[in-house]
């Protein structure tokens, strides 16, 4: 099987002065601006980097469903963020890191086992395979 999807962006002007929009094939986003000073100055909008942060949460959440659920198991409830780091290095910007953070309340796992699965759902989630860069995980079982 094989599944494609599809997002796009438009950008009008120079790097710094230039304005742009992203739109995602569901119609998500639809036209979302996004511009320098969203990515690089706090100002707001949207960036790549956080759009890439919520793909690699929402996979993740997602992977470790489908592995809970091998395992017998089902979440009350799962949580992850995910921030991703952009520096800049010699030769440019690149992505160094992407932390996940999970909170999670599943019934009937002990701690040894929930992190055993977090962590493949961390190696097997596709965006995970994706992503060129360090990869961590903070993992907490709630009540």
């Given at each position: 099987?094989?599944?494609?999807?599809?997002?796009?962006?438009?950008?009008?002007?120079?790097?710094?002065?230039?304005?742009?929009?992203?739109?995602?094939?569901?119609?998500?986003?639809?036209?979302?601006?996004?511009g320098f000073a969203a990515r690089f100055e706090g100002v707001p909008g949207s960036n790549p980097e956080e759009l890439i942060g919520a793909a690699h949460a929402a996979c993740f959440t997602m992977a470790l469903s489908?592995?809970?659920?091998?395992?017998?198991?089902?979440?009350?409830?799962?949580?992850?963020?995910?921030?991703?780091?952009?520096?800049?290095?010699?030769?440019g910007f690149v992505i160094t890191a992407s932390k996940l953070t999970l909170k999670a309340k599943?019934?009937?796992?002990?701690?040894?086992?929930?992190?055993?699965?977090?962590?493949k759902a961390k190696a097997n989630c596709p965006v995970s395979k994706l992503l060129d860069t360090d990869i961590s995980l903070d993992a907490e079982l709630m009540g």
């Open positions: 099987m094989k599944i494609n999807r599809s997002g796009s962006a438009v950008w009008s002007g120079g790097l710094k002065d230039g304005k742009g929009a992203i739109s995602t094939q569901s119609g998500a986003l639809n036209a979302y601006p996004y489908l592995i809970l659920g091998e395992a017998g198991l089902t979440a009350e409830k799962i949580e992850t963020a995910a921030v991703v780091t952009l520096e800049q290095q010699e030769g599943i019934p009937g796992v002990d701690t040894v086992a929930f992190q055993e699965l977090a962590a």
